[in-house]
């Protein structure tokens, strides 16, 4: 596609319930991060991918939050009984590869999805 | 690891005057350095980057500055108009093999007509 797409859009759980939120980077990036921004707050580093493998898990809050990416591409991002203070807009970003030169360390995001725990 | 911080956190100018955002970083061995733009609704966009060997860039109405020695680096933006009101990150990162980035906490820039 002609960009990063993040579906749903928005995501409305009940505490306790289990969510998977998905992101399609651009085509031929290999790199893939997920960030979150809670109101008020920047945007908070969860973990990012190259390729397949995530070197860097570092920012995920807890272990009710796991992410997989498949074949280089898709990735989803899975909260386990979710929590109130899990409600944020969880972006997803892509790039097309580490590091050599600013052109391939510019970040593309998608627009989010917002996410509600009632 | 690297601790970004951006001030101030929201920033009102009348059209036409100039805005300037500025942040500090942690990490000596930060050497790349976006900014990034985000609209209501939306993700936020790579408006300009600079790198630790360069000390200014321009763009048309947008300039960022570093200084390497002090850990600090700035946005200016001049001749605001409406459209710009929107929230601004910096961000740094070590670049090359190791590209985890780091997020300033945002400012809201409001651009009065």
């Known amino acids: 596609g002609a960009g990063v797409s993040q579906s749903p859009s928005n995501k409305v759980t009940e505490k306790g319930k289990d969510v998977e939120l998905r992101c399609d980077p651009i085509s031929g990036h290999t790199a893939l991060y997920w960030y979150r921004q809670s109101l008020g707050q920047g945007l908070e580093f969860l973990i990012y991918?190259?390729?397949?493998?995530?070197?860097?898990k570092s920012g995920l809050p807890s272990d009710r939050f796991s992410a997989e990416r498949t074949g280089g591409s898709v990735s989803t991002l899975t909260i386990q009984r979710t929590q109130q203070e899990d409600s944020a807009v969880y972006l997803c970003a892509s790039s097309l590869s580490f590091g050599g030169s600013a052109t391939n360390e510019k970040l593309f995001f998608g627009s989010g999805t917002q996410l509600s725990v009632l | 690891g690297e601790n970004v911080e951006q001030h101030p956190s929201t920033l009102s100018v009348q059209e036409g005057d100039s805005a300037v955002i500025k942040c500090t970083y942690s990490d000596s061995a930060s050497n790349y350095f976006p900014w990034y733009k985000q609209e209501l609704g939306k993700g936020p966009q790579l408006i300009i980057d600079i790198r630790s060997n360069v000390g200014e860039k321009k763009d048309q109405r947008i300039a960022v500055t570093l200084n390497k020695t002090a850990k600090h680096f700035s946005l200016h933006i001049t001749e605001t108009q409406p459209e710009d009101s929107a929230v601004y990150f910096c961000a740094a990162s070590r670049g090359g093999g190791y590209q985890k980035v780091t997020f300033g906490i945002g400012t809201k820039l409001q651009v009065i007509p």
């Open positions: 991918f190259q390729g397949n493998s995530a070197p860097d």
